[in-house]
């Protein structure tokens, strides 16, 4: 629809019906019917505080009341307007340009058919054939005596709800920023959930179309793509490229292999976030709870009263620092700090990550790797070779986070038809 | 009439006297300032003011001024900080390198190639201090006794190697350039006239009295310092391209860098000497001292760094082809076909197509031509840099974090203010100190003339007795050269 009416995304569209209109920009999405559009009911708030009044617009008033029900079903007239609107996304490109290290999935028949072929994994040559990339490596590996944190999230039941992304951020206070820096690429989210749309071209078309133009055609979605979410979060790498290049050791390895960001040693070279590969990594920019620009999407942060909803546990960070996941190791501490006093361990499930606290369909594991018993050791032992992997394993950064393929339900090789 | 040899080409042209060339140097700092070098140090100084603006927006705001984001984390400023260092590789080879290869063309561009070096490294080192989050905490990145527990800095970071690099860098530039001035500072404290710039040039020469033994001491310190400064001209650009070497970003981890940025250092650095020199011959009338001939040797240096930096370029693509490796694949695709295309062609058109031109012995000997290729190659070393730091971050490993990448106008701000702070320092240079190494220009004259040159200005054998109708022929200055040339 929006290529038949030449509309660009950001463009406002005055949308007529039931006798009032408004005005909308445009976001376009593959896999919407064609020639409809969707419009999200409420918005426009009037009276939602600093944060939700006035944003966006009330698309109530287009339906009718007939009875006591909503009546959709009204002739709408759908109009360009002159103005732009630009829409603030937190990911602006949609495939994952068949990247089978980044995210992997497989379908229920080859599953049941051999469940140790779902996972593609990456293998790297040595002398003695092909092996894990973990079997080479420049680097020590480190030895944990006490606990080893571990998580591990199943594709499969992620179902990209984005609870985890705000459990996240009420527990680690977390900046909000406001629609211009998120336009400006700059959300503080810690944990994110990575959405790919699906695309018709893959690699295998690298020979009948060549390389440049195959590229170029999986940049875009197909007409009707299927999804995938991957919660993506600083992956605790055991051999982290982050820590090697800090020049100040502000980021370093604990012993019991958190990759842990220490504020007031940082002094914002932001070279840890370029290095990392899974660009988890998040910069104070400004200082979010002083700014008066940030007064208004972060005001709990600039009064005595807003500040009562911030953590306690947690600090918040000063201007020109970097940040990101801790695997909430104030809740570890705590966890541990409980067991000392009753001179025991840690039992598995005393310490959850907010994150996995809040999934609903728990696809989150959170736990000891070096407790045999513990659910994320026994899931990471049981998919091991089937659908366990390391997103970018070949770069051997070993990461404690072990990710699950997502299995569709579908028949292989068949689309879905419209 | 001087004799000139038919072989050897004269270094110095135009028939110059030792006293000449006192007198042709010293004129600019004792003179009083032109209009044109007001002219241009006011527009300099307007530049220096955007630069402090930006500066001041940066450090009181934060970096969210400039238009970095959560996946670009470096653009413009290191970008800044990589040209500026390569720029001021030329500087340090022609003062070092060819000093001990005896190439004696490099003693009427040595000073002001060392000057370029100092301010271009002063430049330099703005961004990596301004780039922090916290600057005014930069002073954690040297390893100092601290009250902070027994925290040290991490010397796996190629960042504190850069640290090291930059600071023996230009400490090292700084000695080695004041060594070379304090004669010159000597011979116009001889002749200066006010009590003020008697002051200060006697506190600038250190008391040169130009006894032999003093001679001897400065000509064994500048070959020690030389041998000293020559693997700096490797070694800072290596160090340099490091952080982006050792990392894991596709188009950047690549072992090629140390002597493509070498190359690439030297290749801008040359541009930068030339776009200079051209300036400066002309508007201090210095084109006997630098030559033509140093036009077209430093327009062939260009030539041959700028097929290096080619040929690196080139082995990039198949180092990418070869490894099989997907995301460096794409990186380089991306490079030259993805949205920052613009930014690549611009690089190959400037830095590997433009340089060949000097090929043409027209082209090589013209002025003009010298001086737009040498823009033409400034613009397109920035444009490398960009290209690698920018294109290489905005699509990385995970296509969910790609983004564009698009400056603000402090980020402008500050990269045309760095170009003020530059032209500031150097214009207060040429006006103030000797812009040609008199000393050293002096032990060339001879240098493929016979039957040479004298203190007086006059023509003929130096035991000859002066004319009686010159009143007083002038004292040999305390700061004379003696003449140490070994060729004759």
Redo the contacts between chains.
Sequence with gaps: MAVANEWEQGDVVKITANGTSIELPVLIQPGQAKGSVSIAVGYGRELAGKVGSKVGANAYPLATVRGNSLQYNGIATLEKTDAKSPIAQT???H???D?K??VQEATLAEYIKNPKEVTEYDKIATPDGLEKPNKVSLWQDYEYKNHHWGMVIDLNSCIGCGACVIGCQVENNIAVVGKQ?VI????MHWL?I???YSSDTTKEDFAEKG??DT??AMEDPSENPSVIF?P?LCQHCNHA?CE??????ATTHSSEGLNQMTYN???????C???C???V???????YYT?EKFEAVNGHMFTDLGRMVLNPDVTVR?????EKCSFCVQRIQLAKLEAKKERRRPVDGEVVTACAQSCPTQAIIFGDLRDPNSRVSQVTRREDGERGFH??DA?N?QPNITYLTKIRNVEPNKELTV | MQHVSPVREPLVTGGKTYHDITQDVCRQVEAKPNIRWMAALSVALFFLGIFFYSVYRTLW????EW?????V??AWDITNFVWWVGIGHAGTLISAVLLLFRQKWRSSINRAAEAMTIFAVICAAMF?VL?????W??Y??FPFQNT?GS????F?????WD?FAISTYFSVSLVFWYIGLIPDFATIRDRAKGPIAKRAYALLSFGWKGSAKAWSRYETVSLILAGVATPLVLSVHTIVSM?FA????PGWHTTIFPPYFVAGAIFSGFAMVLTLMLITRVVFKLEDYITIEHIALMNKIMMITGSIVGVAYITEFFIAWYSQV??E??AF??RA?GPYWWAYASMMTCNVITPQLVWFRRIRYSIPATFILSIIVNIGMWFERFVIIVTS?H?????????MFSPTWVDIGIYVGTLGLFFTLFLLFAKFFPVVNMAEVKTILKYGVDNGPTYTGHHGHAHQVAPAHQPVAPAIPASAPVNYNKHD
């Design positions: 990911q602006t490109h495939t994952v340009m990247r290290p980044v820096e400006n690429r700059r959300e994110r990575d959405r790919y390389k440049l590229y170029a991957e993506m490229p090697t290049v800090c020049p100040v050791l040693r940082c002094v914002g070279t932001r070279y976030a370029n290095n590969p899974y660009k990594r998040r910069f104070n920019w400004f200082s700014n000063a201007r020109g620092v970097m997103v970018l770069i950064v | 705001y934060g970096i969210g238009g970095l984001n959560k996946t984390g470096w990596p780039h922090m989050g916290r600057p905490l930069a954690w990145v902070f925290l040290w800095v991490n796996n970071s190629p960042l504190l640290v952080d050792t990392s894991v970003v997907e995301f694949q794409y695709i991306n076909t971050l699509r990385d490993y995970l296509p969910s974090s790609w983004v």
